[in-house]
Nanobody, 126 residues
């Protein structure tokens, strides 16, 4: 499976961005997709995840209510709608997918994923 993330950019605080993650290759094996982010000097952190079948979602507490993850099965694409952006949301955002049927709680761990995209930079100015 190959993942292509896009949609990052520079936005002012309070603004919005929508990230996209397009999957190609053996997409029929995809069980769930997650978004993670990594800011300079910090560890990679979980943002949100969505089960490919059924659409069950999970969010990091700090993003719940501001970020929305969704998927378009026909386009093999997962979206991350980010609203009310803050300077602390500045990071490289990565999408990842897993072929295993993990419980939702496990999808918050980067170790659950076996395929990763290249990342897209999000910069929020104050």
């Amino acid at each position: 499976v190959q993942l292509q993330a896009s949609g990052g950019g520079l936005v002012q605080a309070g603004g919005s961005l929508r990230l996209s993650c397009v999957a190609s290759g053996r997409t029929f094996s995809n069980n769930a997709v997650g978004w993670f982010r990594q800011a300079p000097g910090k560890e990679r952190e979980f943002v949100a995840a969505i089960r490919w079948t059924g659409g069950t979602t999970r969010y990091a507490d700090s993003m719940r209510g501001r970020f929305t993850i969704s998927r378009d099965s026909a386009k093999n694409t997962v979206y991350l709608q980010m609203n009310s952006l803050k300077p602390e949301d500045t990071a490289v955002y990565y999408c990842a997918c897993t072929s295993r049927n993990w419980i939702m709680g496990m999808l918050a761990s980067s170790s659950a994923y076996n395929y990763w995209g290249q990342g897209t930079q999000v910069t929020v100015s104050s």
